[in-house]
């Protein structure tokens, strides 16, 4: 196997980013900045046209900002970005990517569920009856709307304490997906209601802290979903952007 071998301007942003932790900065405010790119490469010997491509890199990575007039700026590390790339990828490439994932986050909220609610504060908490609320509110509306928003943002919050930040990545990354390949306009309202029904319990369960039943609760919503979760074949078939000559 092909050992990777982080670029300089990788190097230099890890550098940057426990010096920044030694010097008492904290990386994850954006405030800390760097020298710009003509500096940088006076540092490491090599291009700007060079450190360009790996500035993109990185920008990709979620590991920094490059703004005009405001410089590069450390970003705090986030498995999304990357994972959600190589996502919209694979899925593209091969609808069976898009399941596979999906099973994937299906398991790793399974496992960290119980911990990562029982982490949750008294406001997450309410933000959760709150998300319940609207949703309901949408789907009894004349006509009915899809809470997609509310969805997502509900399975985001039930791991806004975790400190894994691979399965929050993870968790991220499948809602990104969802949202790309237009899952999220999905209209069979009568599954839609039944996906909240279990919602609502998870969340009553939650805040009386029975963690044994919402996690009973949430492990039957993810089998539910698993065999009815809609075909997403023709949505995951991209069309060129380009127009092809004649």
Known sequence: MQRVQLSLFLQYLIHAYHEAREAGKDPS??????????????????SVPNLREQLAVARALGLVDAKPKVGIRLRPYT?????????????????????????????????????????????????????????????????????????RELH???????????????????WDLYEAVGLNKYTDIALLREVWLYHQRIVENILRQDYDRAQQLFEEHLDMLKQRQPQTQSLLSPEPFWEEEV
Do not use: M
């Open 29 to 46: 405010t954006g405030e800390v900045r760097l020298p710009p790119l003509e500096r940088i490469s006076k540092t490491l010997g090599s």
């Open 156 to 174: 985001l919050t039930f791991y806004r304490q975790t400190d894994n930040v691979f399965v929050k990545g993870i968790v991220e990354a499948f």
């Open 79 to 151: 498995f999304t970005p990357a994972v959600s790339l190589s996502l919209r990828v694979a899925a593209a490439l091969d609808t069976a990517y898009f399941e596979q994932f999906a099973a994937l986050r299906r398991e790793v909220e399974r496992t960290f569920f119980r911990g990562a609610v029982q982490a949750l504060t008294e406001e997450d908490r309410q933000h959760l009856q709150a998300l319940i609320d609207r949703a309901w509110e949408k789907l009894n509306a004349h006509p009915p709307r899809i809470p997609h928003r509310e969805h």
